[in-house]
């Protein structure tokens, strides 16, 4: 069985500040996947990343980046010079090759940005 | 117009009366999901379904039964509905070609209230 620990569940901080939201996953499979997705107040379920078992480069897109590493079984994510319009809830999730597309999600991270 | 959306968008129902969530894409993904989401813990998988002919129970399937009308068209029932099963529900779509690598996509979500 798989399991995504999102050890975080309410972060705050101010504008401008850097934030990283932790990931951590258990599985026993040697192929499989991580996302995060973003849910804003308004509730959509945002795609932001996915990244393969193989493939442990780190990953920037913006003021976002992604850092995996398979020693820790972990997946974390961070945000550069937060902004408020950052405020939402942040899920990680994983998803095996033996099970298709099923996706395990975490509790997620509810993360506030205060101006 | 989007691409996966359900109806109703919002529901107030009673105890013990059967209602149905409808979700319909245009994506012309084979697979679809339903998930339900509880505050702390995250998103849950009920049901999935690979193709028409293919439908699968979750990791929280009693108490819910779906119905894969097309390929298009996935719709999930409560039975009999209880207060507990007050929880925003989402479905999700992706498509069947890389197992397990490809994100889903979600519907805008629909709050169920039971009272």
């Known amino acids: 069985a798989q399991k995504v620990t999102q050890a975080q569940t309410e972060i705050s901080v101010v504008e401008k500040e850097d934030v990283t939201l932790d990931c951590v996953y258990e599985t026993r499979d040697t192929t499989y996947y991580l996302f995060w997705y973003k849910q804003p107040p308004s509730g959509e379920l945002v795609f932001l990343i996915r990244r393969n078992s193989f493939d442990e480069q780190n990953e920037i897109s913006g003021r976002y980046s992604w850092n995996f590493q398979k020693s820790t079984s972990s997946f974390n994510f961070t945000i550069t010079a937060s902004q408020v319009v950052d405020s939402a809830v942040y899920f990680c999730a994983l998803s095996v090759e033996t099970s298709g597309s099923r996706l395990t999600f975490g509790e997620g991270t509810q993360l506030t940005v205060n101006p | 117009d989007a691409d996966v959306t359900q109806t109703p968008r919002n529901r107030i129902t009673k105890t013990g009366k059967r209602i149905m969530l409808e979700c319909s894409q245009t994506?012309?993904?084979?697979?679809m999901y339903w998930y339900r989401q509880d505050p702390g813990l995250g998103l849950r998988l009920i049901y999935y379904?690979?193709?028409?002919?293919?439908?699968n129970k979750g990791e929280i399937s009693d108490g819910y039964s779906v119905s894969r009308q097309a390929q298009a068209k996935f719709s999930l029932s409560l039975e009999s509905a209880i207060p507990n099963q007050t929880a925003l529900y989402f479905c999700a779509t992706s498509d069947r070609l890389g197992q397990g690598y490809n994100e889903q996509f979600f519907g805008p979500g629909t709050r169920l209230t039971v009272l």
């Open positions: 994506k012309g993904h084979d697979r």
């Open positions: 379904s690979f193709d028409v002919k293919d439908i």
